[in-house]
């Protein structure tokens, strides 16, 4: 079965296609989301499939004028495992909202860390260092997923140290640098991703279903055939999820 561990499921052109597809083809798909208020609606795309979990999230490039969002946050947060889009972004973008955005990241751990902790999607462009050392203030917060982590290699180990997770994508995979980070990370830690609709494969946005070709990048990487890769992203997703995915159908 393929996995899509960070998609937009609500920012494609037409979502109801690809929700229709995600079931046909049956790719487990964690639809993250960006801000508070679209998770409901983003939700409602899923049609309660066992395939599908709406993740709930404040993406850090929305963090500064989102923040009155945080109470919503707070309460959709209540049954759902699952967080992210969360994270920082210090590109040049966004560099200059980096205070709200650590207020913003801080109030979801801490939420995160109260209710016993959640499986984070975690943004860390051109931030890992911060995220990682925000992320080891609030160890209580739950088990950190870096989706297209693009750090330094030194901050990789402090992120492997803290006991986080990773998911990897084609582009990822496309990059020299990505493959480093890729050959250096745990294999019983990584699962793969899309972050659909803002990859592309050739001329087209990139679906969940793509991920098979992060699938052979993680193969050629690890000299492994296809279906050993498979194999091991499926033992480790009932890792990471541990039965958290079949108990958390969010009603419609
Ligand atoms: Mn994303």
């Known amino acids: ?11 494609y052109p037409n979502p109801k296609l690809i929700v229709d597809n995600i079931i046909q083809r049956q790719v ?15 939700n409602s795309l899923s049609h309660q499939s066992e395939f599908i979990r709406t993740s709930l999230g404040l993406h850090p ?18 049954d759902n495992p ?30 995160s860390k109260k209710s016993g902790g959640r499986i984070l999607s975690i943004h860390s462009r051109l931030a890992a260092a911060q995220t990682i050392s925000e992320l080891s203030e609030f160890r209580g917060a739950g088990v950190a997923v870096f989706h297209w982590f693009s750090g330094s290699l030194s901050e990789l180990e402090a992120a492997i140290q803290l006991g986080s997770w990773f998911s990897i994508g084609h ?18 830690r990584i699962l793969t991703e899309t972050d659909g609709p803002f990859t592309s494969i050739g001329s087209n946005s ?7 070709k992060a699938i052979s990048g993680l193969g050629e990487v690890w000299r492994l055939p296809n279906d050993d890769v498979n194999a091991q992203l499926g033992i480790n997703f009932d890792e990471l999820t541990k039965g958290a995915w079949n108990k958390s159908r969010n009603p419609v």
């Open 1 to 11: 079965m393929l996995i899509d561990f960070h998609c937009h499921i609500d920012l």
């Open 28 to 42: 487990r798909t964690l639809s993250v989301t960006t801000t508070p208020s679209a998770w409901k609606i983003t």
């Open 61 to 78: 490039q929305l963090a500064g004028e989102r923040y009155s969002e945080l109470a919503l946050f707070e309460n959709l947060l209540q």
């Open 82 to 111: 699952f967080i992210g889009e969360i994270g920082l972004d210090g590109s040049k973008e966004s560099k200059h909202t980096l205070e709200s955005q650590l207020k913003v990241f801080r109030h979801i751990l801490w939420f």
């Open 171 to 188: 582009s990822m995979l496309g990059s020299k640098k990505g493959r480093e980070l890729v050959r250096r990370m745990p294999r019983n």
């Open 206 to 212: 990139a679906k969940p279903w793509d991920v098979r």
